[in-house]
C-alpha cells in the first residue's frame, strides 16, 4: 500500500525558507511523476510543482523562481525547498502521485 506522509511545514516571516518533506513508502519515486500541491484557504488544492520521472521540475508562475522540487531516490523521499516566502504561501502542502491516497498534508503560515 502507497503511503505519503508531508512534514515540514511550521510558521515563516516573509522571506525566510522552509523545506517540506513527503516521506513514501511501496513507491518507486524514479519512476513515478510526483507533485505538489497547496490549498489555501477558501480555495481548492491546487497543483504548484511537478517532478517528471526524468527530474526535470515544473512550477506554476506564482512560485516559480523561489520554490524547487526535487527527490531522493535513495531514500524515496519527495522534497519542496520553498525560499523567500510570502504571506500568500501560507496553506495546507500536499505531495501526490496518480492513483494514490491523499495524505494529511503539513501547513505552512507566512506572516509579513
Known amino acids: 500500500q502507497v503511503r505519503l506522509v508531508e512534514s515540514g511545514g511550521g510558521l515563516a516571516q516573509a522571506g525566510e525558507s522552509l523545506r517540506l518533506s513527503c516521506t513514501t513508502s511501496g513507491i518507486i519515486l524514479s519512476i513515478n511523476p510526483m507533485y505538489w500541491y497547496r490549498r489555501t484557504p477558501g480555495r481548492e488544492r491546487a497543483l504548484i510543482a511537478t517532478l517528471t520521472t526524468t527530474n526535470k521540475g515544473y512550477y506554476v508562475d506564482s512560485v516559480k523562481g523561489r520554490f524547487t522540487i526535487s527527490r531522493d531516490d535513495t531514500t524515496n523521499t519527495l522534497y519542496l525547498q520553498m525560499n523567500n516566502l510570502k504571506p500568500e504561501d501560507t496553506g495546507m502542502y500536499y505531495c501526490?502521485?496518480?492513483?494514490?491516497?491523499w495524505g494529511q498534508g503539513t501547513q505552512v503560515t507566512v506572516s509579513s
Open positions: 501526490w502521485t496518480d492513483g494514490v491516497a
